[in-house]
């Protein structure tokens, strides 16, 4: 990554890019639990737009349909399926799981999609998730999960998901705003903006 790379500010660079920034971050501060707490600290409404739009959204559900909606803003990868955030059902209950291979191959964006998310849900309120599953195995600084994240955890899974419960989805956000909500997803959508995905 050069200063040409980002002298643009709607300039796109590939998400392993992001990764690898993320990963030396880490290794330069000495901290390998970096992503955990850049996730728990910084809002996605604070880095991109796709952010505001959801929280603007009226609920969780529809927050999550629109982050599916403009996902390709923030990750474009190649053989990324068409939902970021796939809400699925089984025994154990409702899941939201980060369906892209890219959160897979790179633990430390699931770590702070993850972190942002219950942060955030707890910042205003909300339940956080009752359980967290990722597929990476356990890392030297398991710790820092349980003092973040304050749900069970397990580490190997078939998944990189959180168990919700299904009123989950229809819960308000505080506080929605439709103005706001609207002018975005033009935005969002607009001529300009889609010819650059």
Avoid at 62 to 86: K, S, V, Y
Wanted: charged letters at 20%; aromatic letters at 8%; proline letters at 9%.
């Amino acid at each position: 990554m050069t200063p040409e790379h980002i002298a643009h500010p709607d300039a796109r660079l590939p998400i392993e890019w992001y990764a690898a920034l993320l990963t030396a971050a880490a290794e330069l501060c000495g901290d390998p639990a970096l992503a955990l707490t850049f996730g728990a600290a910084v809002r996605l409404e604070d880095i991109s737009i796709v952010g505001l739009i959801g929280s603007a959204s009226a609920t969780m559900g529809e927050g999550r349909e629109q982050l599916n909606r403009f996902a390709r803003l923030i990750i474009d990868a190649e053989g990324a399926p068409p939902n970021m955030l796939e809400l699925t059902r089984d025994a154990m209950g409702t899941w939201f799981q980060l369906a892209p291979p890219i959160f897979a191959a790179h633990p430390m964006l699931t770590e702070a999609g993850f972190a942002r998310f219950v942060c955030g849900v707890t910042r205003a309120g909300l339940s956080p998730p009752h359980a967290i599953h990722f597929k990476h195995a356990p890392p030297s600084y398991r710790d820092e999960y349980d003092r973040i994240f304050k749900v069970p955890i397990t580490f190997s899974s078939d998944r990189n998901a959180l168990l919700i419960d299904e009123e989950f989805l229809a819960i308000k956000l505080p506080p929605p705003n439709r103005y706001v909500f609207g002018v975005l997803e033009i935005v969002g959508a607009g001529e300009d903006l889609s010819a650059k995905l």
